[in-house]
């Protein structure tokens, strides 16, 4: 009678530990059974019936060791397989991660440049009521200077009747 032993190993064991599984069964492929294979056909012709016939019981033996053989190539079949199924699913996680990462990253870019855009558009903004503001003071000042010179034109005409008009008190005078 035979059992089953389970045993648990870390995840990034299973492929050293499935290795180890295979080279367990080739062993008993290529050096048991062989020597099992063997016995059976030196009984099967054999000319005593007792040992021709007990040829059948080392055949059924067999075939129950094929049976626990191919049972074992199952388990092997089992945790490569439920491996690959972890690795695969591992590698898709991180996939979508990655994936929801750059959506994300997108997103906030796509904010970024909306504020980029929005802070350019303001500077623009700012700078286009500065430079009116510049030119609204830079307008007014040249009109205070024109109106400055229209009042000194003034006040030098003014100034030129009055010397005129006080010249010609002295000459009367």
């Known amino acids: 009678m035979k059992a089953k032993i389970v045993k648990t190993v870390n995840i990034g064991d299973v492929p050293g530990e499935s290795r180890r599984m295979i080279d367990i069964a080739k062993n008993q492929l290529m050096y048991l059974m062989p020597d099992k294979m063997s016995e059976i056909v030196k009984y099967s012709l054999s000319s005593n019936a007792e040992e021709y016939f007990h040829a059948i019981a080392l055949i059924e033996n067999f075939r129950q060791e094929l049976k626990d053989f191919d049972g074992t190539l199952q388990e092997i079949h089992n945790v490569m397989s439920g491996y690959k199924e972890y690795v695969i699913g591992m ?83």
């Open 91 to 173: 590698a898709q996680k991180q996939n979508e991660i990655s994936q929801q990462k750059m959506q994300e990253e997108q997103i906030v870019q796509g904010v970024e440049e909306d504020n980029s855009e929005k802070a350019a558009k303001r500077a623009a903004g700012d700078q286009e009521i500065k430079e009116r503001i510049d030119n609204f003071v830079k307008q007014k000042r040249e009109q205070q200077v024109d109106q400055a010179a229209v009042e000194q034109a003034e006040y030098e005409k003014r100034m030129a009747r009055t010397a005129d008009v006080e010249e010609g008190f002295d000459e009367e005078g």
